[in-house]
């Protein structure tokens, strides 16, 4: 564990690898994110083509040594009238978790957003995830929607709440 300050900026497109190696973690060993199989970089293309800088934001923490989180704002949903709400997410290095870097992200994450024309944002958190419950509350979210066993994964069903906030 470095004891380097942190620092939060914009990702770039050489930041990928490093994205992958994180989100990849969690797709082969944990139910937090519902997509099943690893991605490499040519495959995720298409979600790092979407952030433009200021609806969809890609933020990442470096330690000094590597990136060890990122955080993103993504499309809602699809469809026109959705445009002034997005989804967030954040993931953090298997080995980086428990420090505060989450929280760290959204400090900058969420300001940055409310800059823009939104009106909300969401973030999905498959249950159970007591800590990423408590990081978003703590941002102000509330519980908007329970869906029950709405993934299945390692050949189990799992829940997902939706938790809203205005910005």
Same mark, same amino acid.
């Given at each position: ?7 939060? !900026? ?55 040594? !590597? ?46 957003? &409310?800059?823009?024309?939104?009106? !909300?944002?969401?973030?999905?958190? &498959? ?33 997902? &709440? ?6």
């Amino acid at each position: 564990m470095s004891t380097r300050p942190l620092v939060v !900026r914009p990702a770039t497109a050489a930041d990928l690898p490093a994205l992958l190696t994180i989100y990849n973690h969690y797709i082969s060993n944990s139910h937090c994110t519902f997509d099943t199989q690893p991605f490499n970089v040519e495959e995720r293309q298409p979600w790092w083509a979407q952030f433009d800088g200021d609806r969809y934001q890609c933020l990442v923490a470096e330690d000094g040594v !590597r990136l060890i989180g990122y955080a993103s704002s993504c499309p809602f949903k699809p469809k026109a009238a959705y445009e002034t709400s997005v989804e967030i997410s954040v993931y953090v290095a298997a080995d980086s978790t428990a420090r505060g870097i989450g929280r760290q992200l959204y400090e900058v994450l969420l300001p940055r957003l &409310a800059q823009q024309d939104l009106h !909300r944002v969401y973030a999905g958190i &498959a249950l159970p995830n007591a800590a990423s419950i408590r990081l978003h509350e703590s941002f102000g979210f509330s519980k908007a929607a329970h869906y029950n066993e709405v993934g299945r994964k390692f050949g189990q069903y799992w829940d997902v &709440a939706w938790y809203e906030r205005a910005l």
